[in-house]
């Protein structure tokens, strides 16, 4: 089951984060790009992790992704990785 959180402004979505596994594993974090370095994505991320049933979070970070995961606490456990033409790097959050 995924659990949504959203950040709106007015009625427009404007970013959106979703875990699965009981909180400890982010399936999706997107923050429309005129409104990133705003503090949105942080803001998501730290309503997630209150929902985080363990002491460790994973996340298939893009490879664009991988400089935001840092900042958020996360290590990657692995290298780039390429499945069915989608490449990601598999991390983890220890609390």
Request: hydrophobic share 35%.
């Amino acid at each position: 089951m995924l659990r949504a959180f959203g950040a709106f402004e007015n009625e427009k979505l404007v970013g959106v984060i979703a875990t699965r596994s009981a909180g400890t594993h982010i399936a999706l974090f997107f923050v429309r790009g005129e409104y990133q370095k705003k503090g949105i994505g942080k803001s998501l991320f730290q309503m997630a992790l209150k929902e985080c049933s363990s002491q460790k979070m994973t996340v298939n970070s893009s490879p664009y992704a991988v400089p935001i995961y840092h900042k958020l606490g996360f290590n990657e456990t692995d290298k780039e990785q390429e499945v069915n033409g989608l490449r990601f790097t598999p991390m983890e959050r220890k609390s």
